[in-house]
């Protein structure tokens, strides 16, 4: 049962990474539920690090079925013109993330992006606002877009934009941009055939890991008030981008 489960996995997947693979996506779904972000933000760098058989295509899989979930659970929560905001600036975005996956090298593009992410979590640990004004959303989901597309963790820019909305309606709000935007993502990515069918199946075998991090989350996210949210939100924003560094440059 185990070699015909590998024959349908990616070609560089490693049995004995499962155990490691499915803790990671249970705490990072855990994360997102209760912040509404934090999934890619966790998993992706050290995705890259450990488990480079996830990143991109099946941290997008399961980040499109988390986002799907929490919107679900908090549809009534939706603000829908920041909803459109967002997805311009995200199909933009992939749009870009893609011409730059065909044709440059990424690394240098994660890196400015990282640094951008950790002066601005610097900023607004500083007392610096960020409105969550209609051009800062655009702004916010072009970078998402080409972070998304390119790391699979566009959550960061997210993060600092939406840092003062009400907890559950940031929560529905980037959930709605987020299923959206990773089925942009991944069909940008098969597009360019960075996206095959064994990348697919990896993501569907962790899904149980997912599943069970979100119904967890469920009992926790109450207790969180909006300034611990917002400190969640940043602290994990600012971990991402040090682990998309940390990817970058490693060997």
């Given amino acids: 049962m185990l070699q015909s489960l590998t024959e349908l996995m990616p070609g560089d997947f490693v049995p004995g990474h499962l155990v490691g693979m499915g803790a990671m996506v249970f705490i990072a779904a855990l994360l997102q539920g209760i912040g509404g972000l934090g999934f890619a933000m966790v998993s992706a760098p050290l995705a890259v690090l450990f488990f480079p058989e996830m990143a ?11 986002a799907l979930l929490g919107l679900l659970r908090d549809f009534d929560a939706v603000d829908w013109p920041s909803v459109t905001t967002l997805m311009a600036g995200r199909a933009g975005g992939t749009l870009l993330a893609g011409a730059t996956l065909a044709a440059l090298p990424t690394n240098a593009f994660s890196i400015v992006f990282a640094l951008l992410i950790l ?74 055939d960075r996206f095959t069918l064994p990348q697919l199946w990896l993501g569907i075998l962790l899904f149980p890991l997912m599943l069970g991090g979100f119904f ?14 917002r400190l969640l939100l940043l602290t994990m924003s600012g971990l991402g981008a040090l682990g998309i560094l940390a990817r970058t440059v490693a060997p």
């Fill in 119 to 192: 002066a601005g979590v610097g900023l607004s640990f500083a007392g610096w606002k960020v409105r969550a004004s209609h051009p800062n959303m655009a702004i916010a989901g072009l970078a998402s877009g080409l972070m998304g597309t390119i790391t699979s963790s566009g959550a960061p820019p997210f993060a600092i934009v939406m840092q003062y909305v009400p907890p559950r309606q940031m929560r529905a709000t980037i959930s709605c941009v987020f299923f959206a935007g990773a089925i942009l993502s991944l069909l940008m990515l098969a597009y360019v």
């Fill in 216 to 229: 967890v989350s469920g009992r926790f996210h109450r207790y969180f008030s909006p300034r611990g949210v």
């Fill in 56 to 66: 991109p295509g099946p941290l997008l899989v399961l980040g499109a079925g988390l």
